[in-house]
């Protein structure tokens, strides 16, 4: 079983790394569905509390950029 929190920790360590991601490689390495289905759960928590936003169009999630 793997938790969301982990994924959250995964998807922002790829986005300080690379900026912005397709989402299909978000998924990429995932070995079964739990971490699937919580690396997708994970995206949704993070566009909800508005730390990445998702581009329908291009399918890319990227750093939100943070007010000072």
Same mark, same amino acid.
């Given at each position: 079983?793997?938790?969301?929190?982990?994924?959250?920790? =995964?998807? *922002?360590?790829?986005?300080?790394?690379?900026?912005?991601?397709? =989402? !299909?490689? *978000? =998924?990429? %390495?995932?070995? !079964?569905?739990? @971490?699937?289905?919580?690396? =997708?759960?994970?995206?949704? @928590?993070?566009? %909800?509390?508005?730390?990445?936003?998702? !581009?329908?169009?291009?399918?890319?999630?990227?750093?939100? %950029?943070?007010?000072?």
């Amino acid at each position: 079983v793997v938790s969301v929190t982990s994924r959250i920790i =995964f998807v *922002l360590k790829r986005l300080v790394n690379e900026t912005k991601v397709h =989402f !299909d490689s *978000l =998924f990429e %390495k995932s070995r !079964d569905r739990s @971490e699937i289905v919580a690396t =997708f759960l994970a995206v949704l @928590e993070l566009v %909800k509390a508005k730390r990445v936003e998702y !581009d329908e169009e291009s399918a890319e999630v990227k750093m939100k %950029k943070q007010p000072r």
